[in-house]
C-alpha cells in the first residue's frame, strides 16, 4: 500500500489517514524525547523544564551556561577524558581480534563452528549486569578491579560481537572466484588479502569499528562495577549525576552525545550505501 | 591503514599518561557539599604545604567496603585514605581491611597538650577509625504548606500523623532509623526499641507502622533527593543529612525548617586501607595527622553544618566562611537540638542488617 | 587417482581441507582465548561463588570436624570436644582476622551470629586451658544456642546449595528445604515481577513497532530510508541520554506535567506520578527497546512480496481478511526475532529500573547490583545472576532455532 488507489473506498481513505496519522505519533514517540533535551540544554535557568522566558522565545530564558560548566567543571572534564582514553583502546582490541577472527569464521571449513559461534557472540547476550558482576569478582582475584586495562578488556569483549557480526555480514557476500583469480595472477595469499578481501571488508570492520566504539563510549553497567574513580566516564558521570544533584549540565552533555550519535548514524548510512554500491559492481 | 595509526597514537598516548602518577594521592569521599567542604579545609591546605602531592578525589565512599574489599583480595589496593562512617569502619577493622591507628603517636594532640584518645573521647569506636564529624540524620519540612494550618511539626510522631500533617513525605529506602522511629511512635519506650527490634515480631510492627504512612512516602537512596525534593515542593517533609538540610535552608534559602526530634547521631571519619606500602602508609599518615588535628576540624564547619568530632574543636567552631553566619546552633549536638536523640546502633544492625533489610525490602516491593 | 605431486587425490584433498581447518582455527584463536580469558572465565568464576563455602572449612577446621558427632536433634549443646576445638580454631583466626569474615558468612544464614562471634574474638585470648564449654557459654549466650550450632554444622562443608536456596526464597532449617515465611519471601516475587514487566515491555514493543515496521516496509525506498533514521537515531543514542530525557519529561515538575497544567487539564496541586513506579520504567524502556522490535520486524517484512496481499484482494478478500490470513502468518518469524531479542535485553536491565523505577519498578538486577555493592553477600548476588543467566539462554536457545544467531543484523 505504497500509495492510495484512486478506487478506494470512504472507509479506506479514513482507515489510510488513521494510520498514517498513528504511525506519525509513534515516530515522535520515538524522537521527541531525544529532541526535547537539546533545547532545554540552553535554558538560563537551573530547571529541568521549559521557563516563561524560554516558552515565550525571550534570548534571555536562554545561555550557553551549562555547556561553561561541562567544559569547565573538572568532573565533567575527567569523565570525557576517561571516556576517550578507554573507548578507542578497548575498540582498536575488538576491531582487530574480531576481523581475523571473522575471517577465520566465514571459510568454508571451521571445525566446532556452533560452539565458537556461541562463545564469541555471548558477550552480547547475557545481560549486563551479569557480565558486570562475573567481571568484577574475577577481574578482583586477578587484579585488575579498578584499573584503567581492566575497564578496556572488559570493554573490548563486550565489542567484539558487533565486529564479528558487521565483518562476517560483508564476507558472506564476498565473491571467492576474485581470491582464486588474483591468486590465477600470481599473488601470494597476503598479497591477496591486501589487495582483494581488505578493500571489500573495510566497510564492514569500520561500522564494526563504530559499534564496539559506541559499545564501550555508552557503557555504563560494567564500568560502574569494575572502574575507580580514574575511570569514571562520561555516562557514569551522567548515572551519578542522575542520582544525585540533577542538574541541567546533564542535559548539555547529553545534547553533545546526540550530535556525536548523528555523526556516527550517517557515518555508517554512507559506509552501507558504499558497500551495497561496491558489492553490486562484483561480476557474479 | 590510516586508521590503525590513529588508533596507535592513541593507545601508546593512552599508555605514557597511565606511567605518570609519582606522588599521587587517591582519597576517597562521598561526593557533593561534603567532598567541597574537606576540599577547603583538609585538602588545599595541605597541598599548600606539600607542594608534589596531588590528591585524587574519588567519591566511592558508599561502595567503600565492597571495593576494599575487592582490591584486597587482588593484592592491589589502589586507595590511600577513605572516608567512611562508623559501621562500614568496623566491618572494614574486622575483615582486617583497614590498618589499626595509634592515637599517642599517630594523631595530633589538642592544642592544650590533651592526647587525641581524649580529646576524641568515646567516639572512637574502632581502632581503625579517626572520627572526623559526627552527623545527624533527622528531618526538614516546608513551612509554607497551606493544608497544616499554620501548624508545625516538632515532634517526629508528626512524620507519622496524616491527618495533622498531609503531603508526601521521603524516607531513606532502608530500615536503618526508619524502624527505631516507626517503633518509638508506636509507643515502644527509646531503651527498649533494640530489644523490640530483635524479635520477628517486633519488625513486622515496625513495618505496620511504616505501612500506615506508605501510601505517601517516596523513598530516596541519595542524600540530595530529599533537599532536592523539598525545594521543589514535591514533598512536604523527609529525612535526610543534616548538613544537606543546611544548604538548602541556609545556602539557597528555601522555606525549609528542621525537625530535629529524635534526629539519629552517627559518625564519619577516615580509615587508611591495610597493606599499603611504606611510602604510601607514611604519606596517608601525614595526611590523617594534619587532616585531623583540632583546627582542621573546626575549619571544615566553616563550609558545612557538621560537628567536628574533637572536644577541643568545639569552641573554635565560628561563622560559616561564605554566608557569615554563626554554625554553633546549626550542629546536631548543640543543646537545643539535641533535647531527644538515638545513636546509631553499630552491634545490632552489625547483625541484624541483612536480615531486617530483606524484610523491609520484601514488604517495599509488595 | 593421483594428484599432480604424485599423492593419491584423496590423501591430497583431506590435507588440504586439513591444512584449511586449521588456518581458520588459527585465524580465529586470538579472539577465542581473549574472550574466554575476558568474558567467559569470569562467568564460571561467578558460577563458583554461588556455590563455594570454603571459608567456614578452612577458618574452622577443627570445629567442623569435632561437630561431625554432634546431632542436632538431640536438643542438647554440643560436648567440651567440640568448644575445645572452637577454641583452637578462634585463637587461630582471631590472630589472622578471619573469624569475622567467617561470622558475616554465618551471619547471612542465622543472624546474631556476627556479634557473637566478633564479641567472642575479643574474649578468647583470655581463655583458660580446659573447660572451654563453661567458659563460652559464660562468654555468651548464643554458644548455648541449638540454632547457631546447627547453622555451623549445616555449613561446614566446602560447597553450599544455601545461596542458591535463599535465591528462590527457601532455606535449609535441618529438616529439608522449605520456603521461608511470607513476609520474608523476596526473590521469586522480583523473578516475578521483572519476567512480568519484560513481557509487557515486549508487548507494547510489538505493538507500537508493528505498524511502523510495516509502514517502513511498504513505502518507498527513499522515504523510508528517511523516515528509517527517526528509527536509527535513538538506537544510536546513549541509554543514559534517553533515559534522563524521561527524567526530564516524566518528573513532577517535567515537561508532561507543566504542559498538562498549563493547558489546565491538571490541576497544580495533582500533578501526575509517572515516574519511581512501573508505569515509568514501562515508558522509558519500551522507548529504548522499540528500535530492537523495529529492525528484526522490518527486515523480515522487507522479504514479504506485495502482491500476494494483492492477489488475496482481488480473490475478494476484504483488507483486513488479506492482512489476517495472508500478510500477517508471513510476518510472524519477524514477531519472533523481534520479541525474544526485546525480551532477553529487557529481563537484564539495570540502569533504566535503578533511574526510573522507584520501589515498585525495580528489577531482579537491581537486587544483584545490590548484594554485590551494598549488603556484600556476594555468594547471593552471584546465585541470582546464574538464575537470571540461565533463563536468558533457554531464550537464547530458542532466538538461535527460530532465528539463527548468524542472522542477526545490525542497522
Known amino acids: 500500500m505504497a500509495g492510495l488507489p484512486p478506487y478506494a473506498s470512504t472507509g479506506q481513505r479514513v482507515w489510510y489517514y488513521t494510520f498514517r496519522f498513528i504511525c506519525a505519533l509513534l515516530f515522535l514517540f520515538l524522537i521527541i524525547p531525544i529532541l526535547v533535551i537539546i533545547p532545554l540544554s540552553f535554558n538560563a535557568e537551573d530547571f529541568f523544564t521549559f521557563t516563561k522566558k524560554m516558552l515565550a522565545l525571550d534570548p534571555e530564558g536562554y545561555s550557553l551556561k551549562h555547556y561553561r560548566d561541562f567544559l569547565t567543571n573538572t568532573d565533567w572534564q575527567n569523565a570525557l577524558y576517561n571516556s576517550v582514553r578507554i573507548a578507542p583502546m578497548a575498540t582498536l582490541l575488538s576491531v582487530s581480534f574480531g576481523t581475523l577472527a571473522a575471517i577465520g569464521l566465514s571459510q568454508s571449513h571451521v571445525p566446532f563452528r556452533g560452539v565458537i559461534m556461541a562463545i564469541l557472540i555471548s558477550p552480547m547476550i547475557v545481560p549486563l549486569i551479569i557480565s558486570a558482576a562475573g567481571m568484577y569478582f574475577f577481574y578482583s582475584r586477578i587484579g585488575l578491579q579498578g584499573t584503567y586495562w581492566g575497564v578496556v578488556l572488559a570493554h573490548a569483549a563486550l565489542g567484539t560481537p558487533f565486529v564479528i557480526i558487521t565483518v562476517t555480514a560483508t564476507l558472506v557476500g564476498f565473491d571467492k572466484s576474485l581470491v582464486r583469480a588474483a591468486a590465477n595472477l600470481g599473488a601470494d595469499p597476503v598479497r591477496t588479502f591486501f589487495k582483494v578481501q581488505m578493500p571489500l571488508i573495510v566497510p564492514g570492520v569500520i561500522s564494526g569499528a563504530l559499534f564496539a566504539f559506541i559499545t564501550s563510549f555508552d557503557e555504563v553497567v560494567v564500568v560502574l562495577f569494575l572502574g575507580s574513580a580514574s575511570q569514571k566516564t562520561l555516562p557514569w558521570q551522567m548515572f551519578t549525576g542522575l542520582r544525585e544533584q540533577i542538574s541541567p549540565t546533564i542535559l548539555a552533555v547529553a545534547t553533545i552525545l546526540v550530535t556525536i550519535s548523528i555523526l556516527l548514524l550517517t557515518t555508517l548510512e554512507y559506509l552501507r550505501r558504499r558497500s551495497e554500491r561496491l558489492r553490486g559492481m562484483t561480476p557474479q | ?366 | 587417482m593421483l594428484a599432480a605431486d604424485g599423492t593419491p587425490l584423496k590423501a591430497s584433498l583431506a590435507r588440504a581441507l586439513r591444512r584449511q581447518k586449521l588456518r581458520a582455527l588459527m585465524l580465529i584463536a586470538p579472539l577465542l582465548l581473549f574472550v574466554v580469558l575476558t568474558f567467559i572465565a569470569p562467568i564460571v568464576d561467578m558460577l563458583w561463588r554461588s556455590i563455594e563455602n570454603q571459608l567456614v572449612p578452612e577458618t574452622l577446621p577443627r570445629t567442623v570436624e569435632a561437630l561431625k558427632d554432634w546431632n542436632p536433634k538431640s536438643g542438647e549443646v554440643p560436648g567440651e570436644a567440640v568448644f575445645a576445638a572452637l577454641a583452637a580454631d578462634l585463637q587461630i583466626a582471631v590472630k589472622a582476622k578471619t573469624h569475622t569474615r567467617v561470622a558475616s558468612r554465618l551471619n547471612y544464614e542465622q543472624p546474631g551470629i556476627a556479634s557473637l562471634f566478633r564479641q567472642s574474638g575479643r574474649k578468647v585470648k583470655r581463655l583458660e586451658e580446659g573447660n572451654y564449654r563453661e567458659q563460652f557459654l559464660d562468654m555468651h549466650d548464643g554458644w548455648g544456642s541449638i540454632a547457631v550450632w546447627s547453622t555451623i554444622k549445616r555449613f561446614s562443608g566446602d560447597y553450599t546449595a544455601g545461596y542458591f536456596l535463599n535465591a528462590v526464597d527457601m532455606e535449609n532449617t535441618g529438616d529439608g528445604a522449605q520456603f521461608k515465611s511470607e513476609d520474608q519471601q523476596i526473590y521469586l516475587f522480583l523473578f516475578g515481577r521483572t519476567f512480568l514487566l519484560s513481557v509487557t515491555i515486549t508487548f507494547t514493543c510489538l505493538l507500537l513497532g508493528y505498524p511502523l515496521a510495516w509502514l517502513l516496509a511498504t513505502l518507498p525506498v527513499r522515504t523510508s530510508n528517511l523516515l528509517m533514521i527517526l528509527v536509527l537515531l535513538p538506537f544510536w543514542t546513549s541509554l543514559l541520554v534517553r533515559t534522563s530525557a524521561w527524567i526530564v519529561l516524566l518528573q513532577q515538575e517535567g515537561v508532561i506535567n507543566d504542559t498538562l497544567v498549563t493547558i489546565g487539564i491538571l490541576d497544580d496541586n495533582n500533578r501526575l506520578q509517572m515516574m519511581f513506579n512501573q508505569t515509568g520504567t514501562i515508558i522509558a524502556m519500551t522507548h529504548i527497546l522499540l528500535p530492537f522490535m523495529i529492525l528484526p520486524l522490518y527486515s523480515v517484512m522487507k522479504t514479504i512480496p506485495p502482491s500476494y496481499v494483492r492477489a488475496a484482494k482481488s480473490l475478494g478478500a476484504t483488507d483486513w481478511t488479506a492482512f489476517w490470513r495472508v500478510y500477517f502468518p508471513q510476518s510472524v518469524p519477524g514477531i519472533g526475532a523481534g520479541a525474544i531479542l526485546v525480551f532477553i535485553v529487557a529481563i537484564g536491565y539495570y540502569i533504566t529500573p535503578e533511574l526510573v523505577g522507584g520501589t515498585d519498578g525495580i528489577f531482579i538486577s537491581n537486587r544483584i547490583a545490590y548484594h554485590i555493592s551494598s549488603s556484600l553477600n556476594w555468594g547471593l548476588g552471584a546465585a541470582l545472576g546464574v538464575i537470571l543467566l540461565g533463563v536468558v539462554l533457554i531464550f537464547y536457545w530458542t532466538y538461535d532455532k527460530i532465528v539463527g544467531i548468524d542472522n542477526v543484523k545490525l542497522g
Not at chain 2, 140 to 165: H, M, N, T
Request: proline share 5%.
Open chain 2, 1 to 366: 591503514m590510516k586508521l590503525t595509526k590513529l588508533f596507535l597514537g592513541a593507545a601508546t598516548a593512552a599508555l605514557c599518561v597511565s606511567a605518570v602518577q609519582a606522588q599521587e594521592m587517591t582519597i576517597v569521599s562521598w561526593g557533593g557539599a561534603y567532598s567541597k567542604s574537606q576540599l577547603r579545609a583538609y585538602h588545599e591546605p595541605y597541598m599548600a604545604k606539600n607542594a608534589g602531592v596531588s590528591i585524587i578525589n574519588d567519591e566511592s565512599a558508599a561502595e567503600a567496603v565492597a571495593k576494599l574489599r575487592a582490591m584486597a583480595e587482588a593484592g592491589n589496593t589502589t586507595w590511600d585514605v577513605v572516608d567512611v562512617v562508623a559501621s562500614d569502619a568496623i566491618r572494614l577493622c574486622d575483615e582486617g581491611l583497614a590498618m589499626e591507628i595509634d592515637p599517642e603517636t599517630q594523631l595530633a594532640p589538642a592544642p592544650d597538650g590533651t592526647s587525641a584518645a581524649d580529646d576524641f573521647g568515646d567516639l572512637m569506636v574502632s581502632e581503625c577509625f579517626i572520627p572526623q564529624i559526627v552527623y545527624s540524620t533527622t528531618f526538614g519540612y516546608r513551612s509554607d504548606v497551606a493544608e497544616w494550618g499554620g501548624k508545625e511539626p516538632d515532634d517526629i510522631c508528626d512524620v507519622f500523623d496524616l491527618e495533622a500533617f498531609p503531603g508526601k513525605r521521603s524516607l531513606e529506602k532502608r530500615p536503618i532509623n526508619n524502624v527505631e522511629w516507626a517503633l518509638l511512635c508506636d509507643g515502644v519506650a527509646p531503651d527498649d526499641v533494640y530489644s523490640v527490634l530483635e524479635t520477628p515480631e517486633g519488625v513486622d510492627r515496625a513495618l505496620a507502622k511504616l505501612g500506615t504512612i506508605r501510601d505517601s512516602v517516596i523513598w530516596w537512596s541519595a542524600g540530595a533527593e530529599t533537599p532536592q525534593r523539598l525545594a521543589d515542593g514535591e514533598i512536604v517533609m523527609g529525612s535526610t543529612y543534616n548538613g544537606r538540610l543546611f544548604s538548602v535552608i541556609e545556602e539557597q534559602k528555601q522555606p525549609v525548617k528542621m525537625l530535629w526530634d529524635w534526629q539519629v547521631f552517627d559518625l564519619d571519619g577516615w580509615i587508611i586501607p591495610a597493606g599499603l606500602s611504606d611510602e604510601r602508609k607514611a604519606r596517608a599518615l601525614d595526611y590523617i595527622y594534619f587532616a585531623t588535628d583540632t583546627q582542621r576540624l573546626a575549619d571544615q564547619a566553616k563550609y558545612i553544618s557538621y560537628g567536628p568530632a574533637r572536644a577541643s574543636s568545639a569552641p573554635l567552631v565560628g561563622k560559616h566562611a561564605d554566608l557569615g553566619i554563626d554554625m554553633a546552633p546549626h550542629m546536631p549536638t548543640d543543646p537545643d537540638n539535641a533535647k531527644n536523640t538515638l545513636l546509631y546502633n553499630y552491634e545490632f544492625w552489625a547483625d541484624y542488617r541483612d536480615d531486617i533489610d530483606a524484610k523491609f525490602q520484601a514488604w517495599l516491593a509488595k
